[in-house]
Every structure is written in C-alpha cells, then in structure tokens.
C-alpha cells in the first residue's frame, strides 16, 4: 500500500440513487477538490459547485462539495466529499475523472478505514465495530455496533492492559531489589494480589454466554421433526414468503434452508431441515446428517410433530428446544407440553414468535454492559486469562519467568486493539469492508 497516494471511491451504495457521495483522501484531496470545483470552500462549510473534469474542463455535474482538513478527519488525511447525482453515468464520470489526477489511485477495499487505524482514529476493537455497524440489520446489533465503534469495548480492554503494565512494573521491581528480601517479597505479592483481581474480571467477562457473538451472528433457531411434520409451511410462515418448497410427499426438503428474521429488533436465523426418520438413500441420509449437526449448532430448536409418538432422536434441554404439535387444525390428539400451532390457519403463530423473541432476549442479556464480539477477542482473551493464572500458580521464585507471564498477557490484550503488532490479522480484518470505507 502507497501511503503517499491519494485514494478516491464511491461511499455510498452502488447504483442508481438520487444522491451518491464520492471521497478522496491523501496529500492531492486539495488539489482534486481544486482542479474539478474552484476555489477551496471553507472546511466543512458545504458549497454548491459545478464539477469538470480535471483536464478537459468539461462539466461533469452541478453537485455539492465539503473539504475537510487534516488531522480532524475521519482517516486524518485530507478529505475532499463530492456529493452528486447518483446516475450511474455521473458517477463514472467522476471517479474516471479522478483517476486523470496525478498521484490519485482507486481505493483498495477498507482503505479508508485502515488509514484510519493508521492514523490514530480507530483502534482495531472500533473498526470491527465499524463493520459491524455497517452490516446491522436489527436495531439490537445497531446498537451493539454503535457502542463498540465508539470504544466500549475497547476502554476495557486498554484498562485491563494498563494494569497489567502496573503489575509488570510490580512484578520487576521485585527482581530489582531481589537483595532486599522484604522489599522484593513485599512487591511481588502486590502484583499477585492485582493480578487475582484482574483474573476474576477477565473470567466473568468471557463467561458471558457468548451473547454479544449471538446477537452480532443471529440467534439460531433449528425446526426438526419428521417428514410432513409442518417444518417447510412453518418457515414461510415466519418468512412471510415462499422460502422454502412444501409438498404432500415426505422428504421433499433434502438441504438446510435458512432465513433471516428480525425478531422485536433481534436477529434471528431459523433452518428448515431435512425429515428425520430411517433414511431411503444415501442423500436423505446426508440431508438427516445436516439436520443433526443444524440442530447442535442451534441456540433454540423446534421439534415439530403431529403427535406424541414421535419423539425428538436428540437430547435437548429445556433452555435450548420446544417441543411443538403443528397442524393444529386437523385436531389430532397430542400429551406434549409445548405450544400447538397451524401454519395453515396461524393459529398458536403469535405466542411461538413471541416465545423465540424472550429465549432471544434472554440469549443475548440487556445489551447495557459491553459484550464481546468476535471469536478473535475471545481467543485473545483467554490467551492472557491463561497467562494470568500462570503468574499466579506458577513458582515464585522463578521470578524473570512470572515477569514473562505478565508481558505475554499485556500482549494477547494488546493485540484486540491493535496496540501490538497484529500485521497477521490487518488484511483479514479491513478486506470485509467495501471500496468505500
């Protein structure tokens, strides 16, 4: 990456639209903004401008524009902001337009945001927010993004880092007076004593249930059941769409099928599964596999049955299933104590979504403290929870070695936020983002 370039992209969505923003950041945003619109406007003043083009002076578009001055931007940089008409000819003409200017290249995907980690702006823990932000599609997740993009997150983590950094300083000064036995004893049992302080909040923050992951993924629920038990007509039913085939003839669904729902602003992914019963063939006996392995990754699965005499082939608790008499209009006897439903007539529909909603809230907890987000946090965190019990069982008179515990943990914290080198975790991360950001 040339960090000497100036990088240009659409930031809006692609395609046609009544307005479409198009930024530039890097050393030429000033000149670009020059070149293809006059004089330099007053920072963050919006001006309204004819657009030429940078060589032929040929008017491209009457838009508005906004400069904004580095260092108070949001990659740091300079930023020139077109804001056009968003014909998809108008906006061609533009980006090929800044592609004529010296020294300005098309934006790589999450180049924006990179630049701003770069630059101080976000640390890692808040673009991950950023992205997540982007991708909300329930006011839950929109929220939790929101919280970690402006830094929840990443406050505790830095505070816990900073007194690991105490207990270091601690843990060598204990090393520093090893000829002063009280002293260095003395000091050492500090750093033990913070170090089991910090140890039970490190723990009771990872042994959250993984709540924050649930709403960020979705809250998965699995419909299992035999053949016809109602499965298919059911996932339309809360689809509110033909989403999955329904036929007379048992064993027409042979895949997982999955919807996404947005459940009183929680997301929620619900899989039609293939029917369980003795398999025919070798693809129902692969799609029975899949509906197993859907159901063990579920937090919630739905047993579906006409009567009592099919029972579930799996061991669930009462937390994670709901055992469901579907068809409710034909009336057939049933002694399970779940709800009863018709997906024909929606009948008992309400209180089964209503139902799927509170074991939702009750997965993903109030959203009022910080949760965690990713797989990657959670490996780093138990990375230095596992150092951290190591400094304090570990032998104490091995002291350069519990002084190396300590420095391990600060690292694995360090790395959520990008503080210490993650260069094997920055591609992965900003490649997610679009053109644009």
Request: aromatic share 4%; with cysteine.
């Amino acid at each position: 990456m040339n960090e000497a370039s100036t990088i240009f992209a659409l930031s809006s969505a692609p395609g046609r639209a009544g307005v479409a923003v198009i930024r530039v950041s890097g050393p030429a945003a000033q000149a670009a903004l020059e070149m293809m619109s006059g004089p330099l406007p007053k920072p963050r003043f919006a001006a309204y401008r004819t657009i030429k083009h940078p060589t032929t002076g040929e008017a491209l578009d009457r838009a508005v524009v906004i400069w904004f001055k580095a260092p108070s931007t949001e990659t740091g940089e300079d930023i020139a902001e077109f804001q056009i008409h968003g014909s998809r000819a108008v906006i061609a003409a533009i980006l090929s337009a800044l592609g004529k200017i010296a020294g300005c290249r098309l934006a790589e995907p999450g180049e924006f945001a990179r630049r701003a980690f770069e630059n101080g702006k976000l640390d890692l823990a808040e673009v991950e927010g950023l992205a997540d932000l982007i991708d909300a599609e329930t006011d839950a997740q929109r929220r939790q993004a929101l919280a970690q993009t402006a830094g929840s997150l990443s406050k505790i983590y830095e505070s816990w880092r900073t007194r690991l950094i105490e207990i270091a300083a601690l843990t060598e000064a204990a090393i520093d007076f090893s000829d002063e036995g009280d002293v260095s004893a003395s000091s050492f049992a500090e750093a033990r004593k913070r170090a089991a302080s910090l140890q039970k909040e490190v723990a009771a923050h990872l042994d959250d249930g993984h709540r924050g992951e649930i709403l960020r993924d979705g809250f998965r629920v699995a419909l299992l059941g035999p053949p016809n038990a109602g499965k298919s007509s059911l996932l339309n039913v809360l689809a509110r769409r033909e989403a999955a085939i329904v036929s007379a003839e048992a064993g027409t669904t042979r895949d997982v099928i999955e919807v996404r729902l947005d459940l009183a602003g929680l997301p929620v992914i619900v899989s039609d599964t293939a029917g369980i019963r003795e398999a025919a063939n070798d693809i129902e006996r692969e799609g029975i596999r899949r509906s197993l392995a859907a159901a063990r990754d579920a937090d919630l699965v739905l047993w579906l049955t006409e009567n009592y005499e099919s029972i579930p082939p799996l061991s669930f608790s009462r937390e994670t299933s709901l055992e469901i008499r579907s068809k409710q209009d034909l009336g057939f006897e049933s002694e399970i104590s779940g709800l009863a439903i018709s997906a024909k007539t929606g009948a008992g529909i309400d209180q089964l979504i209503a139902e799927i909603a509170r074991r939702a809230h009750a997965a993903v907890g109030s959203g009022t403290e910080p949760a965690l987000t990713r797989a990657r946090h959670r490996e780093a965190l138990e990375n230095a929870l596992k150092d951290i019990g190591v400094f304090l069982n570990g032998p104490a008179d091995a002291i350069e070695l519990r002084a190396e515990d300590v420095r391990r943990a600060a690292h694995a914290l360090g790395r959520i936020t990008g503080r210490v080198d993650v260069e094997d975790v920055l591609d992965q991360i900003f490649s997610r983002f679009c053109i644009g950001k």
